[in-house]
């Protein structure tokens, strides 16, 4: 009852913030409830972003995967940009600096993209790691989302999100062997090797030596990625 009246006035919020007080009476409780059951503002605005995303995020689990995940991919970054145009507020907050602590949502966005990522790793065709990769993703479609949400005068053709989706998938995947260098190849076919050593069945290795080929070929993958 809290949380949902939180998210509520967050939402309807021109500021993007939202007063304890006004929380409390809109859930028709006393302030010390909210203080024990959240601790401060801070707790408060937390657990409200954690369950706004997660309405997002129960969507994306509940996805069936499709053939191709480069499709679940771009699926997945579009409807990350249409989430933040919906809920810029609470999409504000969990990538601010705001809230001391990180609310839980973010985690498993990142493992949810990750899983994407490490379907097409194992197919051969991601070019950096899935974390490496997942790190970048990220990063851009946040940055855009966020840009199309707090300077939508500046950034006002929302078609500009699909030009840098398509801008970083091309960066991070293998998708066309004949332009690739064969550095590339063989951080591919590294990353690929690494997303498959859990598959193996019966595991050919002990614990000990997978570990050392799995710090191997993540060496071999992450080789000239800085530059």
Not at 14 to 21: A, I, L
Not at 116 to 121: G, T
């Amino acid at each position: 009852m809290i949380i949902d009246a939180a998210a509520d006035l967050l939402a309807h919020s021109p500021s993007g913030d939202v007063s304890t007080r006004a929380v409390c009476e809109a859930a028709g409780v006393q302030q010390p409830v909210l203080y024990r059951l959240f601790g401060d503002k801070d707790g408060l605005l937390t657990a409200t972003v954690d369950h706004v995303w997660d309405q997002y995020l129960g969507s994306k689990r509940a996805a069936e995967k499709s053939a191709d995940p480069l499709q679940d991919l771009r699926a997945g970054w579009d409807s990350h940009t249409a989430f933040a145009l919906a809920h810029p507020n609470a999409y504000k907050l969990m990538f601010s600096s705001v809230l001391r602590s990180e609310p839980e949502a973010a985690e498993e966005a990142m493992r949810l993209l990750r899983e994407v990522l490490e379907r097409l790793a194992a197919q051969g065709r991601l070019r950096f790691t899935p974390d490496v990769a997942a790190r970048m993703v990220m990063t851009a479609n946040t940055g855009v989302a966020l840009a199309l949400i707090t300077r939508p005068t500046l950034y006002p053709d929302p078609h500009l999100s699909v030009m840098v989706r398509d801008a970083i998938h091309r960066d991070i995947l293998l998708d066309t062997p004949a332009d690739t260098s064969a550095d590339d190849i063989r951080q591919a076919a590294a990353t690929t090797l690494v997303s498959s050593l859990g598959a193996l069945t019966p595991q050919p290795f002990t614990p000990a030596e997978s570990a050392l080929l799995r710090q191997w070929l993540t060496h071999i993958a992450e080789s000239g990625q800085a530059g």
